[in-house]
């Protein structure tokens, strides 16, 4: 059995949000949009997907106690909040 060799390329960010642009395709568009009219809109054979999560290792109070523990100041600490929302 013979093994076929094919090419993948990646099509450029700015180059898609170009097109998207273009074709008055917006963000919060995104997610009712079919696939394949993405696929057309963009001239490419497939689109590569997926969806991401953030999680919290302690809460709030705990990050707080911690940061207090290990002598961060109230700057550092919201600092700290504000880059994590």
Not at 16 to 29: K, M
Not at 45 to 73: N, Q, W
């Amino acid at each position: 059995m013979s093994k076929a060799r094919y090419t993948v390329a990646y099509q450029d960010v700015s180059n898609t949000n170009a097109l998207l642009d273009n074709a008055f395709i917006y963000f919060e568009d995104l997610l009712r949009a079919s696939k394949g009219e993405l696929c057309r809109e963009l001239g490419v054979d497939a689109l590569v997907s997926g969806k991401t999560t953030m999680s919290k290792s302690m809460s709030d109070g705990a990050a707080i106690a911690v940061g207090l523990l290990l002598g961060m100041g109230f700057y550092q600490l919201w600092e700290h909040f504000y880059n994590s929302t």
